[in-house]
Structures are given as C-alpha cells and as structure tokens.
Nanobody, 124 residues
Framework: QVRFLESGGGSVEAGGSLRLSCTAS???????MSWWRQEPGKEREGVAA???????TYADSVKGRFTISKDKAKVTLYLQLDSLKPEDTAMYYC???????????????????WGPGTQVTVSS
C-alpha cells in the first residue's frame, strides 16, 4: 500500500521561500512522483512531477519558481518553493503517477490515496 507524508509547510511573506518534503513508501520507484496543491473550494491541481531519471516537468504557474527533486534513494521527494506569491497559498500533497515518463498529461495517471498534506500560506 502506497503511503505519503508531507511536511515543511508554513506561513511566509510574498517573495519568501519554503522547502516541502514528502516521505513515500510502498510504491514502484520506477514511476513518476508528483506534487499537487488545492486551494479551498477549488480542484486539486498538479504542479510538478519528476521521473525516475530525474527529468522534471512543471505547471506554467510555478515554472521558474518551484523546483522538484528527490533523494538518491528515491524515498524522499522535495519541492523548493521560491518567489512565493499569495496565489500559491494552498494545501500541498505528493502522489505517485503510474507512468515512467512524466511528459504530457501526467496528472491523469495519479494513483493511491492522498496523504494529509502540508499547508502553505503566503501573505502579501
């Protein structure tokens, strides 16, 4: 059974930075891993994904500001959030994507239950 535990969220001012972490277990390490976020009253959206070979892909809204990475053991997933904006305020989640290649509509291939998430709040 795939399990995720996100951490590292907090409250920062616009322009600030945070580093989110996600420990994952029970998943096939050949698959892509991803970060998602959800604002109150809105659908969850995928923001970044990383393949087993380290190839990363980003949503246009975070490209150039967020960086997804993972440790060599592929146990911990990270999301570096820089130049934060108030519109980045959301609950952030990690998830496995049942594809080896993260290109294209990778968000259609998310699998497993969601973890508890970690809250990011950016004030103006």
């Amino acid at each position: 059974q795939v399990r995720f535990l996100e951490s590292g969220g907090g409250s920062v001012e616009a322009g600030g930075s945070l580093r989110l972490s996600c420990t994952a277990s029970g998943y096939n390490s050949m698959y892509c891993m991803s970060w998602w976020r959800q604002e109150p009253g809105k659908e969850r959206e995928g923001v970044a994904a990383i393949a087993s070979d380290g190839t990363a892909t980003y949503a246009d809204s975070v490209k150039g500001r967020f960086t997804i990475s993972k440790d060599k053991a592929k146990v911990t997933l990270y999301l570096q959030l820089d130049s934060l904006k108030p519109e980045d305020t959301a609950m952030y989640y990690c998830a496995v994507v049942t594809r080896i290649d993260c290109s294209g509509s990778w968000w259609d291939f998310r699998a497993g239950a969601w973890g508890p998430g970690t809250q990011v709040t950016v004030s103006s």
